[in-house]
């Protein structure tokens, strides 16, 4: 007997497809929950849909080992005004001081938190009681976009901000950020911007248009963000993904802005300190080589260039 999708899971997975090439969501979601509740789980890309083995409970509950193994959200008209994507990995307890912070300082939008636990064992309950949270395991330790990237694809917000675990609200950052969208040429926008004279060089800028958005806060229209599907997964380190990143939304026609102070206090990023620093060096190399592979030989995407 064959091991692969029987002939009704076949179906709603046809009608699925044409449910959503017709922008008809409500029926998409309809399939997709048919779909899972006869064991299969629809997994979507641009090259199309294909099912898989939904994991069961039994199995320890839903568990990914790719980002593509997740269905992707991104193609869906938003249902919130922002969603906050984090990775939780070796530092619990950043998690836990941003969680409480934003339990005191609540976003005044409808929101949502997507918590990636990174090949770690997913938060205790307590940790995000009474927030709009929802856990996405990695069942291994996956790089550090293709983590980000599990939690980008399964958000809901019109805005999506990936915010580090390292930095603590002390307000409502999420209004004043979400408001730089309200000019329609912004596709990404954050706190702390830089720019550079070479692609090789970067300096703090004041707020305004930026060459690109730092990662400890970066967010991102929605359109955006499904035109270029994510981070490069080849950076399995943090640093220079987020120039990367900027530069790719920035290439498709939208401009980045730092939008100046938030409510917002960095602490020590562990994911730095905690290494020595001839690994962080190596690291460090290694993403910038490349980021300048992608984007060194276009002077036409700095702002310097079009003076």
């Known amino acids: ?39 299969w789980e629809a997994v979507d890309s641009a090259a199309g849909s294909t099912l898989r083995p939904a994991p069961s409970a039994a199995s320890g509950g839903t568990s990914y080992a790719r980002a593509e193994h997740l269905a992707s959200l991104l193609e869906e008209p938003p249902s919130l005004d922002v969603s906050l994507v984090t990775l939780l990995e070796d530092h619990p307890d950043d998690l836990a001081r ?7 300082a609540a976003p005044q939008q409808a929101w ?38 599990l939690g980008l694809r399964r958000t809901r917000g019109a805005v999506v901000v990936l915010l580090d675990s390292s930095v603590e609200p002390t307000g409502d950052f999420v209004t004043p950020l979400k408001a730089a969208f309200g000019d329609a040429t912004v596709g990404v926008a954050g706190p702390w911007g830089v720019v550079s004279q070479d692609a090789r060089r ?24 499904a035109a270029v599907g994510g981070f490069d997964p080849h950076f399995r380190w943090y640093r220079h993904a987020d120039l990367d990143l900027s530069f790719a939304v920035r290439d498709r026609g939208w401009r980045a802005v730092a939008v100046g102070e ?24 290694r993403n910038f080589y490349r980021f300048l592979k992608h984007w060194g030989r276009r002077p036409d995407l700095l702002l310097a260039g079009r003076a």
């Open 98 to 104: 941003l969680a409480g912070t934003l339990r005191g």
């Open 112 to 149: 949502e938190l997507v918590v990636v636990a990174n090949g770690k064992a997913a938060p205790a309950d307590p940790v995000l009681a009474g927030l709009p949270a929802t856990v996405l395991p990695a069942t291994v330790r996956l790089g550090w976009a293709e983590a980000a990237n």
């Open 262 to 285: 938030l409510p917002l206090r960095r602490h020590e990023h562990r994911g730095w300190s905690s290494l020595p620093e001839d690994e962080r060096d190596r690291l460090s190399r």
């Open 202 to 225: 970067f300096e703090d800028a004041p707020p305004g248009e930026v060459d690109a958005v730092l990662g400890y806060c970066l967010a991102l229209r929605r359109e955006a963000l």
């Open 1 to 39: 007997m064959s091991d692969g999708p029987p002939d009704e899971a076949r179906r709603l997975a046809d009608e699925r497809a044409a449910a959503r090439a017709s922008r008809d969501w409500d029926t998409a979601d309809r399939l997709r929950d048919e779909l899972r509740a006869l064991g």
